[in-house]
């Protein structure tokens, strides 16, 4: 296939790495940094530099923040050509895959979103990696009426480049589940390295502590925008974490030592459910039919 990928940063890099490590396809690269883009084009990571001409693609993959998504579609879909897919790795859905398809189907070009499980702490193309999406997950939110072919090829390609489980789900699931798993994680990381005590762990810190405050590093324009996006989502995980952490202060500041102990085994008990559930996981999750509590 001939391949557009829309923004050289961390995914659209290590997209394009990996195609050129993994796959016989051409890649172009879009960036709204020329340079980057002439950075890429001069390792052999792209093929060519594209500006404005977006026809002649079979898929176009759009690695740009959300409300960047939305203004590059609009800008450039009139120059797309008929049968095109395109494709957004945006990490927030809310009405983003209906908008987009809709304007797509007025020009005869397919639109699906996607959502590729893998990153880093650190942003842009200079930390992009070809092997970024080795064994990682892939999730998939289309709509009813998107082409069955259309979820196939997408899926096939991320296959070729190293993912190894997908998810097909809906828009509105995917962003409930990963205000848990993603966006509430960084928001703890954030809030615990805010403790005064922070400058003197030198020393006293071991693997909890970095697994703890890794991600504390994030991209804040970034994740900004995500928090923002997903902000319902968010509100209602923060809420139930607040909660449960309410549960450990009561019973720490009433000396209650079998709670204590209840609460530690409650959790052990649950994350060992959660890891036996992971590995009996099969290499396709189709949840498209499954609703959350709310």
């Known amino acids: 296939m001939k391949i557009l990928i829309a923004g050289l ?159 097909i789900t809906t828009p509105e699931m995917h962003d409930r589940m990963i205000a848990y798993t993603s966006q509430l994680a960084h928001v703890v990381s954030s809030s615990y390295v805010e403790s005064p005590v922070i400058e003197l762990e030198s020393g006293f810190s071991g693997g909890s502590f970095h697994d703890m405050t890794r991600i504390a590093a994030m991209n804040e324009d970034m994740w900004t925008g995500l928090f923002m996006e997903n902000r319902e989502s968010l509100l209602r995980e923060l809420d139930i974490l607040m909660e449960n952490l309410g549960e450990y202060r009561k019973a720490l500041a009433e000396s209650d030592e079998a709670r204590v102990y209840a609460l530690i085994r409650e959790g052990r008990l649950r994350k060992e459910q959660n890891l036996r559930n992971r590995r009996n996981a099969p290499a396709l999750i189709d949840l498209t039919q499954k609703e959350l509590d709310t």
Not at 59 to 85: N, Q
Not at 92 to 120: N, W
């Open 9 to 167: 940063g961390l995914i659209g890099g290590s997209i394009c790495k990996a195609l050129h490590a993994y796959t016989d396809h051409s890649v172009y690269g879009w960036n709204r940094s020329e340079q980057t883009a002439r950075k890429a084009l001069e390792e052999h990571v792209i093929d060519g530099i594209v500006k404005d001409d977006c026809s002649g693609f079979d898929m176009i993959i759009v690695c740009l923040y959300p409300k960047h998504v939305r203004e590059w579609v609009r800008a450039h879909a009139d120059t797309m050509s008929e049968g095109t897919i395109v494709v957004d790795v945006s990490g927030v859905k809310t009405d983003l895959p209906e908008e987009m398809t809709a304007l797509c189907a007025q020009h005869g070009v397919h639109y699906l979103s996607t959502h590729p499980m893998a990153g880093k702490e650190k942003a842009g193309y200079a930390v992009s990696d070809e092997d970024l999406y080795q064994g990682a997950n892939f999730i998939i939110t289309p709509l009813p009426e998107t082409p069955k072919f259309v979820i196939a090829q997408v899926r096939n390609l991320a296959h070729q480049i190293g993912f190894r489980r997908f998810v």
